[in-house]
């Protein structure tokens, strides 16, 4: 038998095959991204089972209204997924174009007397053509040939039919995907491009400083300058030869400062004529050169259909550095001595240095620098700090309810660890944790954080909360040496006393982390993956540890009511979930809209601002005294 034939079926084997075929494509369909995939899926591994020695599958192409081969299966493929010489065919040619132009299926049992059969590469004898029908309108044609007569049955009609229906299911639902995203695309062009420059406008420029101005305090760039330009004497231009000759000056301009600049730096529109442009250190060039290049674009004159005309610029730059001492760059420097990014005082600055410049005379730039002086908490001293601190016990937790969904049960907390500094006041972790693993410091952190939980859990038990537990994160560095657990830091952990562990944290030291969570496990302690999906988000890795729950990273949550792809992504979370007999929590709800939607998913705990915010330890009886019930108006 040759691959291309099938054993013969009993009559009452056919229906249990073909319903097994339509409910395999079906669930195959799922894990298709275009409608190609859909049809190589069916003509591959679909086709065969129905026994049918060939079959092509044709979608119409709308500019042209004829039917063009997509997918081939038996002789009209040619052995990869790829048709080199489609076959094309007019609405109304041969029984397939019939098939198109009736939207009905055909079956001819003898095409020795259909004049209509078109030969395309071998003589058969039978055929059967099904068409693909989306809201009544023809979008393509399943057909196959037979070198038998009499071959194709009613049961086949039945079954070319019902695969025609999940083909139409998969198109319709890629054409409103690609309907949205064009949408979509239209919408964030619209909220975020001037129209009349077609540069980013204020909004854009705002939300982008305000990135920068994280990434700043994140230590992700080292700065942060904002240059705005304002058009000298252009409301006189918009005066004399009228607001179209000031329209098309604008986005003239507009032209220049977009072909000035490299990517790298990004030029929008403010309002009218004021314009502005945001570098950082990963620039291609430094915010005082944007200036040079700003101005230079526009030294000549800019021919107009009312006139040439001349114009200038006064631009007032601000910048943003941590450096130990105020560096003098112009004779008009202004300084101030705070070293967080504030992404309003930059803007402030850089307009008030705009002005000045107009007020010495137009035409130039003037810098005022917002330099930093050495912050109390810096890379210079942080390390004696992190020391003294632990000496002097300013480390403590912030504990952050978790939620059960359903019961709206408060099940646990979720112990997050704060810097109480004598000088600089509380201290994000953002600021030292990752500072910490470098300096091998984060291993003490850990384990007064632990010292403090399992004192918190204690009191729990002693109050009669037996059924609250607390999760602590544990970091690669203890993950990676187990021998801790046989010691007094590991005698810590008792049932209730649960470990957070992210997966970069986990991959750092795969076989040791393994080891020492499973321990963990064997004395009733629960393992929380942390931010699931923001790391390597390997499935292959997941199947490795032992964990009982898992948690939605924010990012995912933040899109939900925003991104289908967060939706999607969520959905595959529940279901991977309930694939692996693990809990799952969604973090980051902040919003009524994410919570909804997470409960009608079926997630069963959410962590979050809208449920509870971190509180210190103390006030734990305080809260839970209360009593706890989700705000949902």
Not at 178 to 194: C, G, N, T
Not at 247 to 274: M, Q, T
Not at 315 to 340: D, F, Q, R
Request: net charge negative; charged share 25%.
């Amino acid at each position: 038998m040759t691959e291309h034939e099938a054993s013969p079926m009993s009559e009452h084997e056919q229906p249990l095959i073909y319903a097994r075929a339509v409910i395999s494509f079906t669930t195959a369909v799922m894990d298709t991204e275009t409608v190609e995939e859909v049809l190589w899926l069916l003509t591959d591994d679909v086709i065969a089972d129905l026994g049918f020695e060939d079959c092509v599958v044709y979608l119409v192409d709308e500019t042209r209204q004829k039917l063009v081969q997509r997918a081939a299966y038996g002789n009209k493929k040619a052995g990869v997924t790829e048709i080199l010489n489609p076959i094309e065919l007019e609405i109304g040619e041969g029984l397939t174009g019939r098939c198109a132009a009736e939207r009905q299926p055909i079956l001819v049992n003898d095409l020795s007397n259909d004049s209509s059969y078109v030969l395309d590469d071998m003589a058969r004898l039978s055929e059967l053509a099904v068409p693909i029908l989306s809201g009544g309108e023809i979008i393509g044609v399943i057909d196959s040939e037979h070198s038998s007569k009499n071959f194709y049955t009613a049961q086949h009609v039945m079954t070319l039919e019902a695969l025609s229906s999940i083909i139409t299911t998969r198109y319709e639902s890629s054409k409103a995907l690609r309907q949205l995203e064009k949408s979509q695309a239209r919408l964030h062009h619209l909220a975020h491009f001037d129209s009349l420059s077609e540069l980013p406008n204020r909004h854009h420029f705002i939300t982008s400083l305000e990135q920068a101005a994280r990434r700043f305090d994140d230590g992700e760039v080292t700065s942060v300058a904002v240059l705005i330009l304002d058009l000298d004497r252009f409301k006189l231009i918009n005066d004399t030869y009228g607001h179209a000759t000031g329209d098309e000056l604008i986005r003239r301009v507009s032209e220049r400062f977009r072909d000035a600049l490299p990517e790298s730096v990004l030029v929008s529109r403010l309002s009218g004529d004021e314009f502005a442009a945001l570098v950082t250190d990963e620039s291609s060039v430094d915010a005082v050169a944007v200036g040079e290049l700003l101005l230079a674009s526009i030294e000549s004159p800019i021919s107009l259909k009312a006139a040439d005309v001349k114009i200038s610029a006064s631009i007032g730059i601000a910048i943003h550095k941590p450096l130990p001492e105020v560096l003098t760059a112009a004779s008009n420097t202004m300084s101030s001595t705070y070293w967080h990014c504030d992404a309003t005082s930059l803007m402030k600055l850089a307009d008030s240095a705009m002005y000045k410049a107009k007020a010495d005379g137009r035409g130039h730039a003037v810098l005022g620098s917002v330099l930093g002086e050495t912050p109390l908490l810096s890379d210079l001293n942080l390390e004696a700090a992190i020391n003294e601190g632990l000496l002097n016990n300013e480390f403590e937790i912030y504990l952050q309810p978790l939620v059960d969904l359903v019961t709206e049960d408060v099940i646990g907390f979720e112990s997050l660890v704060r810097w109480r500094h004598p000088e600089v006041g509380l201290v994000s972790p953002m600021q030292f944790i990752d500072f910490a693993e470098r300096s091998g410091q984060i291993r003490a952190i850990d384990i007064r954080v632990l010292q403090q939980s399992r004192q918190c859990l204690d009191e729990l038990r002693r109050g009669g909360r037996e059924d609250l537990s607390i999760n602590v994160n544990v970091s690669a560095s203890l993950l990676s040496r187990p021998d801790w657990l046989d010691g007094p830091t590991g005698a810590n952990f008792t049932k209730g006393l649960n470990v957070e562990v992210t997966e970069r944290s986990v991959i750092a030291d795969m076989d040791a982390a393994v080891l020492t969570l499973a321990e963990l496990r064997s004395r009733g302690v629960r393992v929380f993956i942390d931010d699931f999906g923001i790391g390597y988000s390997s499935l292959s890795y997941l199947q490795l540890l032992p964990c009982d729950v898992i948690k939605i990273d924010k990012s995912f949550t933040a899109g939900l009511g925003v991104s289908d792809v967060s939706l999607s992504l969520v959905k595959l979370l529940v279901a991977l979930a309930e694939a692996m007999d693990v809990t799952l929590v969604a973090e980051g709800i902040e919003t009524h809209e994410q919570l909804e939607i997470v409960e009608g998913l079926g997630v069963d705990c959410g962590q979050g601002y809208l449920l509870a915010k971190p509180m210190p330890a103390a006030e734990i009886w305080a809260f839970l005294e209360k009593g706890f019930k989700i705000q949902r108006d």
